[in-house]
Structures are given as structure tokens and as C-alpha cells.
């Protein structure tokens, strides 16, 4: 028989790991939900046009890394690679935007997919939570958003992180930079790509990872050097909130990052201990993006953190995350009486709250202690039918490993007490 194997650049989120991302994704979106941001989830997938327009032709997620298709009744659609296309798309769709109250905050979780060459910290279905402010032009707003991020992180306990800065100008002042740029690069000696990617998207050449480029960029133009006196005042304000929020960042003037839809403020998160794949998430303001998708004019600013990457940052610290044991209560029936009898008892004990399981499959006592223990439950229930005749069971303190008899019909009430 063929056995299968995940797909390549995937991989399983399975027990006991898993309860790591969920843990990640929680503590992401607990800052947001506490600064009014609702919970919005899209469809996996969506016209690909929406994605190209959005994300941009010339990005490397459009041109090369999208699972694009077409359905048998002939609709061009993509696995969404990245949220705020959709997210956007979807609050326009439901006309959010008009019950004037802007901004309209909303966070995510869920999968994206790149086709991209794997390694680690970078594969094909990866797991992202995000937020979005859309419709106000603030920056305090921006600073929010870096501000809720690194409070995330911090929650969890990291700290080997940065978060480097800038600002991409607007409409006004990115249009002389972009020229002044194209005028530089194209005096480099460039292959053909990036010689076309300078015609298209030069600001995203300065991203080059590559040592032959980067050498010859020393002296290219500087965006700061251009930008306009709003987006300077703007930038400044930022910078002078997050500050005030005691958030240390890093200015750094080359960051343009992958997606063209980026205005005014960009920033992203790197994390010290990943090597190569080290942007743990990143964001920034979109005021142009909402016209691209056929919307009104909309400014806008969000981030989307990279769940699988935080993992890995949390294993490269070494953090191991307080996870409550998912089992409270084992109980281990003798005998079938036994079997009926703390059955209920489980039962009841998950009424009230207390998590509890129970030893399946007819276990003998040796078996079923093993599984106790690997539950990590706190308390077994034990009984037989000498105690069932007495009207007790026997509760084992798996921490102390004391045993003592309790009365059937107080056991729930005993152990929620000693639960406290
Ligand atoms: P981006 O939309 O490219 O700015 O990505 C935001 C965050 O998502 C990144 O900082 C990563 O943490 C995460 N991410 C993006 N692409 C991948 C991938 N292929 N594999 C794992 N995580 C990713």
C-alpha cells in the first residue's frame, strides 16, 4: 500500500506542538481584541486579479509564488498568499466602511500559501495573524499597531527581536524618489530581471539580498532625503509615539519591503535567532491600495505576524510557554461497574468545568496508571468494586502520589475544591 507524506513545504501541526501555535495565536490576538478590533475571516481563496491588483504584477508573490487556477466552471482564483487584499476586499464588500465609523479595525488568523522554495522558517502553507485599520489617516494608529505587536511578542516572552522602520513616502513625494532611483540603477551593471525589475519597481531593488547588487547601491539616493514635509511630520509622530510607549525601533531606510502597496510607514519585526528567514512579521500603511482594488479612497495601515516563525523564535530563546495541562482528572475504572460508574464521574467533572478524561479500551490498573501519568493529570480516579460496594473511589494526588477514599456523590465537589 502506498502510505502518503505531507506535501512539500508543509508540515503537521500535531500534539503536543501544537498546542504551541495555538498558544502563539492567542497571544497575538489577545492585545488586539482588547483595542477594538474585531475577528474577520475570509474564504482560502480569491479571484486571482484581486491578488494581482492588490499585491502587485511586478512582486515576487504574483509573478512567481501564487497557486493560481482555474475552476471547472472556468473562474480564475488563487490560494490567498497574504491577508490584506482579502481583508480589505471583504470590508469594502460589506460596505464597513460606510457606517461612519472609521476606522474599521479587524484582525485575522489563518493560512496563507506561497510557492516558494522551502527551508526552514519558509514554507508553502504557512500560518499568519493579522490586523488591519482601515479608512483613518492617523499616526497614532501606526504606532498602535507596532505598539500591540511588540506587546504580543513580549507576552511570550521574547526579546532577541527589532523593529526596524521607515517611511515610504506618499503619492506626492515617492514619484520624484522612484525617478531619481531609476536614474541611479540604471547607471549599475544589473542582469536582465533586475534591469526590468528597476523599470517596474525600482524601490524594491534596494531589497536585493544579493552581494554583487548590494555593493554597488552605496550612494544610491536616499528616500528620507525626498520625502515631503507631511510624510517627514508624519514619520516624525510615529517615531515619537512608539518612544513615548517606551518601544525601541531601529530607522532603517532601506526597508521597502515585498508588496508595492506600501505608503508612509512600513515597518517589520526580525527575530536574531532565525538566520536567513529572520522577518518574524511586518506591515505597514496602505493608503493607495483601496483605489487599486476598486475602492474608494481609503487610507489605511496593517501588520500580519508569522505564527510558524514566532515558534521557531520562541524555540531559539529557548522560551518554554506555561501551557495549562490539557487533563485535569484521569479516571482508571476496575471492572465494568467501575467502568459505568466513573463514567459519569467524568462526565460530570467536564460539566463543571474541570477537564477531565478516562482510560479507554479496557486497560488493565498498569496500563491505565501509564496513561494516567501521561495525561499529566493532577488527580486519578481510581475504583473497583470493593469501593463502588463502600460508596467511594479512591483519589491519587499524582503529584504527592497520596491516595485516599472519597464518598461517590462528593468527588466532583473535592476535586473542584482542591482544583481551586
Ligand atoms: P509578508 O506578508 O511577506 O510580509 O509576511 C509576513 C510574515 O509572514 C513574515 O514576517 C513571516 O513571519 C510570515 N511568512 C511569510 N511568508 C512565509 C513563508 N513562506 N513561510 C513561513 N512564514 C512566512
Same mark, same amino acid.
Given at each position: 500500500m502506498t502510505t502518503f507524506q505531507a506535501p512539500k513545504g508543509t508540515y503537521d501541526l500535531i500534539p503536543p506542538d501544537s498546542a504551541k501555535y495555538l498558544a502563539v495565536r492567542e497571544a497575538i490576538a489577545a492585545p488586539l481584541r482588547n483595542s477594538g478590533y474585531g475577528y474577520i475571516e475570509t474564504p482560502g481563496?480569491? !479571484?486571482v486579479e484581486l491578488f494581482a491588483r492588490g499585491v502587485g504584477e511586478s512582486t515576487d508573490i504574483v509573478t512567481k509564488e501564487m497557486y493560481a487556477f482555474e475552476t471547472k466552471g472556468g473562474d480564475r482564483l488563487a +490560494?490567498?498568499?497574504? %491577508?490584506t487584499a482579502s481583508v480589505l476586499r471583504a470590508a469594502l464588500e460589506a460596505n464597513?466602511? @460606510? =457606517? %461612519? !465609523? +472609521?476606522?474599521v479595525k479587524l484582525w485575522y488568523s489563518g493560512s496563507y500559501y506561497r510557492y516558494e522554495r522551502p527551508q526552514k522558517g519558509r514554507y508553502r502553507h504557512f500560518s499568519q495573524v493579522g490586523a488591519e485599520a482601515i479608512g483613518a489617516e492617523d499616526p497614532a494608529l501606526d504606532a498602535e499597531l507596532i505598539i500591540l505587536a511588540d506587546q504580543a511578542y513580549r507576552s511570550l516572552g521574547l526579546s532577541d527581536f527589532r523593529i526596524l522602520l521607515n517611511s515610504l513616502g506618499d503619492k506626492e513625494c515617492r514619484p520624484v524618489y522612484r525617478d531619481a532611483l531609476q536614474g541611479f540603477l540604471r547607471g549599475l551593471d544589473l542582469d536582465e530581471d533586475t534591469r526590468r525589475r528597476v523599470d517596474i !519597481?525600482? +524601490?524594491r531593488v534596494l531589497d536585493d539580498k544579493r552581494d554583487s547588487v548590494q555593493k554597488q547601491l552605496v550612494g544610491a539616493p536616499l528616500l528620507r532625503d525626498y520625502l515631503c514635509d507631511g510624510c517627514k511630520a508624519y514619520h516624525e509622530e510615529v517615531r515619537e509615539l512608539l518612544t513615548a510607549a517606551g518601544v525601541v525601533f531601529e530607522d532603517d531606510e @532601506?526597508?521597502?519591503? %515585498?508588496?508595492? $502597496? $506600501? /505608503?508612509?510607514t512600513t515597518f517589520e519585526f526580525v527575530h536574531d %535567532?532565525? *538566520? =536567513?528567514? &529572520?522577518?518574524?512579521g511586518g506591515g505597514g500603511r496602505y493608503d493607495g491600495l483601496s483605489e487599486m482594488i476598486g475602492g474608494p479612497a481609503l487610507p489605511s495601515v496593517g501588520w500580519a505576524l508569522g505564527v510558524d516563525r514566532t515558534v521557531l523564535a520562541l524555540e531559539a530563546e529557548g522560551i518554554e510557554l506555561e501551557l495549562p495541562? &490539557? /487533563? &485535569?482528572v484521569f479516571a482508571v475504572p476496575l471492572g465494568e461497574e467501575a467502568r459505568r460508574v466513573l463514567f459519569g464521574v467524568v462526565t460530570r467533572l467536564r460539566k463543571a468545568g474541570v477537564a477531565a478524561d478516562f482510560s479507554y479500551g479496557g486497560k488493565g490498573l498498569k496500563g491505565a496508571m501509564k496513561s494516567a501519568n501521561r495525561s499529566g493529570a493532577r488527580y486519578t480516579v481510581v475504583a473497583g468494586e470493593r469501593d463502588l460496594a463502600d460508596g467511594v473511589v479512591q483519589l491519587k494526588d499524582?503529584? =504527592? *502520589?497520596e491516595q485516599a477514599p472519597v464518598a461517590l456523590d462528593a468527588v466532583v465537589e473535592e476535586i473542584r475544591a482542591k482544583l481551586g
Open positions: 481563496f480569491e !479571484n +490560494l490567498r498568499p497574504e %491577508g464597513l466602511h @460606510k =457606517s %461612519g !465609523n +472609521l476606522p !519597481n525600482p +524601490l @532601506k526597508l521597502v519591503r %515585498g508588496l508595492d $502597496y $506600501y /505608503t508612509r %535567532g532565525l *538566520g =536567513s528567514q &529572520s522577518a518574524v495541562a &490539557s /487533563t &485535569s499524582m503529584e =504527592s *502520589g
